[in-house]
Nanobody, 124 residues
Framework: HVQLVESGGGSVQAGGSLRLSCEVT????????MGWFRQAPGKGREGIAA???????SVLPSVRGRFTISKDNAKNIVYLQMVSLKPEDSAMYYC???????????????????WGQGTQVTVS
């Protein structure tokens, strides 16, 4: 049974940084894709970044240069480093895992079968 546990959210001032972590447990198979998504109140879910099992990254253009996705294969942990945070980055952030093949990961959340519980990021 695959479980994803996010951590690292919090409240920061504009211009600050946070690093989110997502640990995958319960499955010995490395996900084909791991992604980070966010949802602000009253808005739809937005795909931010994803990384394939081979390290290929997909990043939402509006956060490129500020957000970086990476992973530690040995620990089965995916990170989202966020710098120069803006108030509009405030949202609940979720990580997701997908076992759907391919070498380029989609930012469409509907393709991912496993989700974490979310971690709140608030930028003021």
């Amino acid at each position: 049974h695959v479980q994803l546990v996010e951590s690292g959210g919090g409240s920061v001032q504009a211009g600050g940084s946070l690093r989110l972590s997502c640990e995958v447990t319960g499955n010995t198979y490395t996900p084909d894709c791991m992604g980070w998504f966010r949802q602000a109140p009253g808005k739809g879910r937005e795909g931010i970044a994803a990384i394939s099992s081979t390290g290929t990254k997909s990043v939402l253009p509006s956060v490129r240069g500020r957000f970086t996705i990476s992973k530690d294969n040995a620990k089965n942990i995916v990170y989202l480093q966020m710098v120069s945070l803006k108030p509009e980055d405030s949202a609940m952030y979720y990580c997701a895992a997908g076992y759907f093949g391919g070498s380029v990961c989609t930012l469409n959340g509907g393709s991912y079968g496993y989700w974490g519980q979310g971690t709140q990021v608030t930028v003021s």
